[in-house]
């Protein structure tokens, strides 16, 4: 079945530091895949996504390439700060003929230092 | 515009009770999700309904667990006979089409004592 890894938390950081969540996958056929994220107190919300191999989902300085060879789908933003402080999940949603259910990594607390 | 909505936000109730859990889309989804995010399982599935189609059931962990959506839009999931292991959040989502963005309500906490 499918299944989603992505490092463990929780992630501690000074503002302006680079941001790396390693998330790996394992699906069959070619998923769409995601990363949401979950502020304190609110629910999650879509961060950024691609369908397809090679593409960049990117959304507020965060960015993330579909590397099919690797089955990857790295978080990075070049520059963090305090209001990125949150939950982030990786998730991916198999081909239409296998249902349109997200399947979720664990999740990986970031914590942005002033 | 109005998100997807979810009562209560928490609800106690002791071991062996029945609870219903409601979730209100986004006007004019057709596709509705549950979800249960707890410590020991992190996020994972539940059952999918899409239009009139047969809900998709297959993350549902027991029998206890059902749910239903009536008239295409509200949906209830309903646990019997709770037990302890079901105190999570459980989250509700909706698409306007499957497959779609999904928009997540704020979620119901479930304590089970």
């Known amino acids: 079945g499918n299944s989603v890894t992505q490092m463990e938390g929780p992630v501690t950081l000074s503002e302006e530091a680079f941001l790396t969540i390693n998330c790996t996958y394992t699906a069959t056929g070619y998923p769409s895949l995601f990363w949401y994220v979950q502020y304190p107190g609110e629910g999650l919300q879509l961060l950024l996504k691609a369908t397809k191999a090679d593409d960049k989902g990117s959304n507020k300085g965060f960015e993330a390439t579909y590397r099919k060879e690797t089955t990857s789908f790295h978080l990075e933003k070049g520059s963090v700060q305090v209001s990125d402080s949150a939950v982030y999940f990786c998730a991916l949603r198999g081909p239409e003929a296998a249902g349109n259910k997200l399947t979720f990594g664990g999740g990986t607390r970031v914590l942005v230092k002033p | 515009g109005a998100g997807v909505s979810q009562s209560p936000s928490n609800k106690v109730t002791e071991k062996g009770k029945d609870v219903e859990l409601r979730c209100d889309p986004i006007s004019g989804h057709t596709a509705l999700y549950w979800y249960r995010q707890s410590l020991g399982q992190g996020l994972e599935f539940l059952i999918y309904?899409?239009?009139?189609?047969?809900?998709?059931k297959s993350g549902l962990p027991s029998d206890r667990f059902s749910a239903e959506r009536t008239g295409g839009s509200v949906s209830t999931l309903t646990i019997q006979r709770t037990q302890q292991e079901d105190s999570a959040v459980y989250l509700c989502?909706?698409?306007?089409?499957?497959?779609?963005?999904?928009?997540f309500g704020p979620g119901t906490r479930l304590t089970v004592t």
């Open positions: 309904f899409q239009g009139n189609s047969a809900p998709d």
């Open positions: 989502a909706s698409s306007l089409a499957a497959p779609g963005e999904q928009y």
